[in-house]
């Protein structure tokens, strides 16, 4: 912390959504949409995403807060209500002491999602970090095909199952 940021604290960027009142305070989105745009972006670069060097790191904060306006407090995909009161809470110590356990306490943490991994544009939304770690590089059609066929194949299993016995 140096001396200027003492005596000047700078104004977030990011106004807080009325549906995040009383659920996170301004300054943690925005340093959770720095974290989230600087990470990103690296990643892009490394990945060597064709967009990637088309877009600055406050492109990527810019896309990150219009994905959070659009999408709100529930996952696209499952309707899960997302916990926005987890974003910079992540303890790596803990997390390596509680493993899944710890984890999965963190199921419902917004997390920002390339909409199409194979898409020539930024494109993000927000959903749970457990459905993101499902989603993984499907994009929205993908996933959800696969989805319902594992749903359809839990449910012929299910019913075959009840009426071998």
Avoid at 36 to 45: Q, T
Wanted: hydrophobic share 35%.
């Amino acid at each position: 912390m140096n001396i200027f940021s003492i005596f000047f604290k700078p104004k977030p960027r990011f106004s807080l959504p009325d549906f995040l009142n009383g659920i996170v305070s301004e300054i943690i989105l925005n340093r959770w949409i720095d974290e989230r745009g600087k990470s990103l972006r690296k990643r892009d670069l490394e990945n060597k995403k064709c967009f990637a060097s088309s877009y600055s790191r406050m492109d990527y904060k810019n896309k990150i807060y219009e994905a959070i306006l659009k999408t709100g407090l529930f996952d696209p995909y499952t309707g899960d209500k997302i916990d926005y009161s987890l974003i910079c809470k992540w303890n790596s110590k803990l997390a390596e002491e509680g493993k899944l356990e710890y984890k999965k306490l963190f199921a419902m943490l917004p997390s920002v999602d390339h909409k199409d991994p194979d898409a020539t544009v930024l494109e993000f939304e927000i959903c749970t970090w457990k459905t993101n770690e499902c989603k993984s590089n499907f994009n929205p059609e993908e996933f959800i095909a696969f989805c319902s066929k594992v749903l359809a194949n839990n449910i012929f299993t299910k019913k075959n199952n009840t009426n071998n016995n």
